[in-house]
C-alpha cells in the first residue's frame, strides 16, 4: 500500500487504454508471469521491461475500458505497478483492480502529471503530492476503506484469507 511518505515515478499513457493493451489476448493462454512481460506493449513497448516495483501510471479518461479479464490489473500488480491515476476507469475493471490489490485514484487533473515526475499519494485524504517545483498538489477522490484494506491485503482474496485466520 503506498502512502505520503513514499515517492512514486511517474509513466503515461493516453486514454481509452484497452484491457487487451495491457493484458494481450495472444498471450491469455499463459500465466500472469507471461501475460505480464506483454503489459502495454502496444502503446509503450518499453513499458514491461523498465518499470520499477513502486512506479505509477497515469492515463487518460476511460482506463480499463474492453473486456472483464481480471488479468489487465494483475498485469500491473505482477510489475509492482503502486497505483494507477486516470480521470475515469471502466467499471469492471475498477472492481477487478481492487480485487486484485491495485490501488486506482480518480483524479481529473491526472493528465497534467508528467512522464518521470516524481509524486507521493495520500488514497486516504485524495492527495497528490508534486515534487521538484511542480504546482501545488493534485486533489483526487478519496479511496474508501474497504477498498484501502483490499490494497493493503494484497486483494480481496487474501483479506478474506487473513479473516478467516484471525
Not at 487487451?20 to 509503450?44: N, S, T
Not at 482506463?63 to 505497478?81: H, K, M, P, W
Request: aromatic letters at 6%; hydrophobic letters at 45%.
Amino acid at each position: 500500500m503506498t502512502d505520503q511518505t513514499t515517492t512514486h515515478r511517474v509513466w503515461r499513457v493516453g486514454a481509452d487504454i484497452d484491457t487487451d493493451a495491457l493484458a494481450p489476448g495472444a498471450y491469455m493462454k499463459f500465466g500472469i508471469d507471461e501475460i505480464a512481460r506483454h503489459c502495454l506493449q502496444r502503446v509503450r513497448p518499453e513499458f514491461a521491461g523498465q518499470v520499477q516495483p513502486g512506479d505509477v501510471l497515469v492515463a487518460g479518461p476511460n482506463f480499463g475500458i474492453g473486456s472483464s479479464r481480471e488479468q489487465a490489473a494483475a498485469a500491473l500488480v505482477r510489475l509492482g505497478v503502486a497505483a494507477v491515476i486516470a480521470p475515469s476507469f471502466n467499471g469492471l475493471y475498477f472492481r477487478n483492480a481492487f480485487n486484485v490489490g491495485l490501488l486506482l485514484l480518480t483524479c481529473a487533473q491526472a493528465e497534467t502529471l508528467a512522464e518521470g515526475e516524481r509524486i507521493t499519494l495520500d488514497p486516504v485524504a485524495g492527495r497528490i503530492g508534486r515534487r521538484g517545483g511542480a504546482p501545488d498538489a493534485l486533489h483526487c477522490e478519496t479511496v474508501p476503506g474497504f477498498l484501502l484494506e483490499m490494497v493493503r491485503a494484497g486483494g480481496l482474496l487474501n483479506l478474506l484469507k487473513q479473516r478467516q485466520t484471525s
